[in-house]
């Protein structure tokens, strides 16, 4: 008869190195605390339906009362009852995947949400910030792009004032003149045709 037993770091490793499911269902869990923008909050973990679903016949502990009070323990090693053992530890919200490297580490999160994601470590952070930076100025330089076409596109469709051969010389002088080079305007000219 085994007493409460909740998993430690060491045996959360092991256990997401013998089994799929085992590591889906943690993937699962540690993601479900991060949001499409990027937010994450470990202390905003949960189950999902479906995995609170599977997991509830597995999660009934014979409970004990002892002089100082209630004591559980489960009955085997099953995946579902090593995944119980998690949730039972605080390891539920001091495990994190590093949002820029993937790796799986161990940490007391702050009390507060991270905007950029968790990290496993500054330069991790530092380069993640860096590439989502690069990337929102992309989408920026995108949404111009494709505001200039549809002006341009007007210019010859609505105002007859150019020619449709015209359409993208006009378009790229006005982008240079809002400090969006040519080449950008080029490389990028199917994502801004189809957007616009
Ligand atoms: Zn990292």
Wanted: aromatic share 12%.
């Amino acid at each position: 008869m085994k007493s409460r037993n909740t998993l430690t770091f060491r045996e959360l490793l092991k256990a997401r190195g013998s089994s799929q499911q085992f590591k889906k269902w943690l993937t699962e869990y540690i993601d479900s605390g991060l949001g499409p923008d990027g937010k994450e909050d470990p202390h905003a973990r949960h189950l999902s339906e479906k995995l609170l679903k599977t997991l509830r016949p597995a999660a009934r502990p014979f409970v004990m009362l002892t002089r100082t009070g209630f004591e559980w323990f489960f009955r085997g090693s099953s995946v579902e009852e090593t995944f119980l053992r998690f949730l039972d530890s605080d390891l539920r919200y001091t495990v994190h995947i590093c949002r820029y490297c993937g790796k799986w580490f161990h940490k007391e999160p702050m009390a507060k949400p991270y905007s950029n994601g968790i990290h496993c470590s500054q330069r991790c952070k530092s380069s993640h910030s860096v590439e989502e930076g690069k990337r929102r100025v992309r989408v920026k330089k995108l949404e111009i792009c494709q505001e200039v076409y549809l002006w341009a596109w007007n210019q010859w469709r609505e105002e007859k004032k150019i020619k449709y051969s015209e359409i993208d010389d006009v378009a790229k002088n006005a982008l240079a003149r809002k400090g969006v080079s040519k080449k950008f305007y080029t490389d990028h000219l199917e994502e801004i045709t189809d957007g616009a």
